[in-house]
């Protein structure tokens, strides 16, 4: 089992690297690092990924300035600024990465947002606020990086007030794979394991929370990985005045065994919404 403390140092190490910073920020438009839903062939990575954070926040119909919510790994702070603009709640980034929350500091500041955004430096296996103390535990791609995911859910359900919602997207592995097939999708990401539907409703189940709506948006999955490996090759020349030849090399290998994954039906994605009991 990837040992937890390793597990965390090696995303903050990742996350923080220059190649990554330039890579994610290049390719994906500078607000979000997640995948895209592709309603057109050759759609941009941004706007697809939008479409994500657009599609998560419908479950968030009803929201106002008094909605709390505290959005798990935050990345550059996308989803954040479109809740704080879209329905004027306030929102808590809690993210690994300084050199992200640097960036989403810049960003919420430009949009004139830093009332409605605290950006805090924090690992969301132990998470420092106060029980029952958010309406919205929202998170986007984040949580298929820890090594101890109950925990993750166990911290997200102890933040959440009675009647709190959860509402998230992780890749995820799909519920029966055959040993070992996972190998080259995990070593990318220094895990031995990968959450799945089932994971994700059994360890809620646990919590007492209820699952409200799975949405299984798997192909998507497929398209966006397809998409950025397709970007990554036509901006090759581009990207390597910013990124080092190396990590475009590994990014490039990587991508192909998450495509060779998804369509041989061992990955899996979608929208997972757990309500917790008033
Ligand atoms: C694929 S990115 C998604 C970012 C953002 N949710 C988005 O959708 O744009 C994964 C994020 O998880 C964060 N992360 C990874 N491990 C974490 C941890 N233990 N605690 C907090 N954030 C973490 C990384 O810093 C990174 O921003």
Not at 48 to 64: F, I, K, N, P, W
Not at 230 to 253: F, H, K, N, P, Q
Not at 254 to 263: I, K, N, Y
Request: charged residues 25%.
């Amino acid at each position: 089992m990837a040992n937890e403390q390793n597990v965390v140092a090696l995303a903050e190490r990742y996350y923080d690297s220059d190649d990554a910073d330039r890579f994610y920020f290049h390719v994906w438009g500078g607000q979000d690092i997640h995948i895209g839903i592709y309603e057109q062939p050759g759609e941009s990575i941004r706007q697809a990924s939008e479409r994500s954070v657009q599609l998560l926040a419908q479950s968030l119909d009803g929201a106002g300035p008094d909605t709390r919510v505290l959005d798990l790994g935050a990345g550059y702070g996308g989803a954040a600024r479109y809740l704080a603009t879209r329905f004027g709640c306030h929102v808590t980034c809690l993210n690994l990465s300084e050199t992200q929350n640097r960036r989403n500091r810049e960003f919420t500041q430009d949009a004139a947002l830093s009332h409605r955004i605290r950006i805090v430096h924090g690992n969301f296996e132990r998470v420092f606020e106060p029980d029952a103390s958010f309406d919205v535990v929202w998170s986007q791609d984040a949580i298929l990086h820890s090594a101890d995911r109950t925990r993750v859910m166990g911290e997200a359900r102890r933040v959440l007030k009675p009647g709190g919602l959860m509402i998230f997207t992780d890749p995820m592995q799909a519920d029966e794979v055959p040993d070992g097939v996972l190998a080259p999708v995990l070593e990318r990401i220094h895990l031995d394991s990968m959450g799945s539907f089932g994971f994700y409703h059994a360890a809620a189940r646990e919590l007492g929370m209820v699952a409200e709506a799975t949405t299984v948006l798997t192909p998507h999955l497929i398209t966006h990985y397809a998409r950025v490996r397709e970007e990554l090759t036509r901006r090759r020349e581009e990207l390597e005045g910013l990124v080092s030849r190396a990590y475009i090399d590994r990014m490039l290998i990587g991508l192909t065994h998450w495509v060779q994954a998804a369509e041989a039906g061992h990955l899996a994605w979608g929208v997972m919404r757990y309500r917790v009991p008033t």
